[in-house]
């Protein structure tokens, strides 16, 4: 199988789905990079299947324009994003690798009405001088900011020796007994084969750095979040409730004002709940997140992590580090033996894996056996079995953002679950339950992946005729 990092898993991107914004937007980027000094006079888009059916509520008509001017998603101010694309729309210019291309964005991205049998995310770009077609390139955006093209070799693995090479839970298991290492320690041998320690360090903290800001910015805004359904942030409302109406006026006042709040279990939970929101509503705003394993689950992590923050047993920077570590590794064995896109296999693919990965990430770093982190992921994932994802007018909002709350919640009960038991009376390991999540994907009606065409979206639908 594939060598993965855990910033394969851990990726920071724009809101609102890694599958059909980040995904597209990279596709689109690889795409402008392989017409080079062509310059096509026309450039189309082709989305299928779920992109199309949920693209506009997902941004993914935003995302390739954006990608294909050659703008980075780790680094384009979010801010300047709709002016941008209302530039190209008054315009009717697109302006690739430094040309000018006639482009109009409701003429020229073609939302199919079918599906490509390849995969559920297809697209396909095409560029044209005159009527004669110069380049026609299929990506499949495969979850997570994943993407694949057409002509890829699917059995083609990232050519790096590990010192522990991971497929499975067995795999980790017995690297930790063998070796006598933790699985954060396992799992950092490993990233120092991509690059050296320094950079590794450099990276996840990085991605702490990226997470708490994406909470903050989170618990500062308020007002209606886009799209037509008229949802209401309301991570701000509930952290000022917390904070009793204490005023700050940066995240470094902000965190000091946490610390010193109640730390009563009504309160911490609360506290839970509005972390895993204000990313949430960030990711549906087309704000910075972190991919964790997905955008559209992209609060669960920071929330837990920051439970443990604020309220836990924190030891250090280290712990950070721990964490991110093993609930990386986690979402790699989900993304080798199951996946973690929604429009493949459900929300347990993503609000389940990144629940489990959140749940193994806690149980390290608060003392956990390596065979407890693992306890602790699968049951995690054990009760998201069968999630469907059911996005209400195609928006990542509805019930999505609610989930990473209660996918945060689940993660903390598996860990306080793990440490309390014995792994040796577990009668489902973690290998069991990936494998069942799996045939769960594969079993499971077209109407509950990212399609928008069952459960929640549609018997809303009636109520909201705007989306």
């Known amino acids: 199988m594939d060598r993965l990092s855990i910033f394969d898993i851990y990726k920071i991107g724009i809101g609102p789905s890694s599958s059909h914004t980040l995904g597209p937007w990279k596709a689109a980027n690889d795409f402008a990079r392989r017409i080079g000094n062509d310059c096509p006079d026309k450039i189309q888009i082709h989305l299928f299947g779920s992109l199309s059916k949920t693209g506009i509520g997902h941004a993914t008509d935003i995302a390739v324009q954006m990608g294909l001017q050659g703008f980075d998603p780790t680094s384009f101010p979010v801010d300047k994003i709709e002016a941008t694309i209302q530039n190209i729309l008054e315009q009717r210019t697109l302006t690739v690798n430094n040309h000018s291309i006639s482009f109009d964005p409701n003429m020229d991205i073609i939302f199919e009405p079918s599906s490509d049998p390849r995969h559920p995310n297809t697209l396909i770009f095409k560029a044209f001088k005159g009527s004669t077609l110069i380049l026609d390139n299929c990506y499949f955006s495969v979850g997570g900011g994943f993407i694949e093209h057409e002509e890829d070799d699917p059995g083609q693995m990232r050519s790096v020796q590990l010192p522990f090479p991971i497929d499975s839970a067995v795999d980790l298991e017995n690297h930790t007994a063998n070796s006598g290492n933790s699985i954060a320690q396992i799992v950092f041998e490993n990233e120092k084969c991509f690059q050296d320690s320094n950079a590794v360090f450099e990276q996840v903290d990085d991605i702490f750095h990226t997470m708490l800001a994406s909470v903050y910015r989170g618990c500062c805004q308020d ?201 040796k009376d577990a009668i489902v390991n973690f290998d069991l339950v990936v494998k069942a999540m799996w045939d769960t994907a594969q079993e499971m009606n077209h109407k509950y992946k990212e399609t928008s065409e069952g459960g929640l979206a549609f018997n809303l639908p009636v109520a909201f005729p705007n989306c």
């Open 223 to 423: 007002g209606i979040l886009p799209g037509g359904l008229n949802v209401k942030r309301r991570a701000k409302r509930i952290c000022q409730q917390l904070l009793e109406g204490a005023d700050y006026e940066s995240p470094e006042e902000w965190m000091e004002l946490i610390r010193n709040s109640s730390p009563n279990f009504s309160s911490v939970t609360r506290w839970v709940s509005c972390f895993a929101l204000a990313v949430n509503e960030e990711n549906a705003a087309m704000g910075r997140i972190v991919t964790s394993p997905t955008n559209g689950a992209a609060g669960v992590i920071p929330a837990v992590l920051l439970y443990h923050y604020f309220f836990g047993d924190y030891k250090g920077v280290q712990d950070i580090r721990n964490f991110l570590f093993t609930s990386g590794e986690i979402g790699c064995i989900f993304k080798k033996k199951a996946t973690i896109s929604a429009a493949v296999g459900g929300c347990q693919a993503e609000i389940g894996v990144s629940s489990s990965m959140a749940a193994a990430g806690l149980t390290e770093v608060m003392g956990g056996s390596p065979q407890q982190v693992l306890m602790a992921a699968e049951i995690a994932m054990e009760h998201h079995l069968g999630l469907t994802c059911d996005p209400v007018g195609g928006l990542v909002q509805i019930p999505c953002i609610e989930r990473n709350s209660m996918g945060a919640m689940k993660a903390i009960t598996a860990c306080k679950l793990a440490l309390s038991s014995d792994p």
